[in-house]
């Protein structure tokens, strides 16, 4: 039970940190139209953190990046940030 508190806390925290990457990559993944301009701003989205942030932290901004989108109803584009992990890690 308290892990699933620390998470939530820890989510909150990092939610607060990511705020504005958070909220300017979801809406520009879910404002995309095709399969294609959607891989273009995941890819966008993910690299520019790295840039800006490094990879420390990553994951959990992915993880977040998705329950973002999840939550806009933007499967496809949760759906593909979940690719982009996939195909970097072949």
Same mark, same amino acid.
């Given at each position: 039970m308290g892990r699933t508190s620390n998470t939530s806390? /820890?989510?909150i925290? =990092?939610?607060f940190v990511f705020k504005i990457e958070l909220a300017r990559g *979801?809406?520009?993944i879910s404002s995309t139209l095709s399969a294609a301009s959607t891989a273009a701003a995941v890819a966008?989205?993910?690299e520019q953190f790295v840039v800006d942030r490094g =990879?420390? $932290?990553f994951n959990e901004f992915r993880a977040l990046l998705i329950e973002? =989108? $999840?939550k806009r109803v933007c499967l496809e /584009? *949760? =759906?593909a940030v979940? *690719?982009?992990m996939r195909a970097r890690a072949d």
């Open positions: 806390s /820890g989510d925290q =990092l939610r *979801a809406s520009h966008e989205v993910l =990879l420390e $932290k973002d =989108l $999840k /584009g *949760a =759906l979940d *690719a982009y």
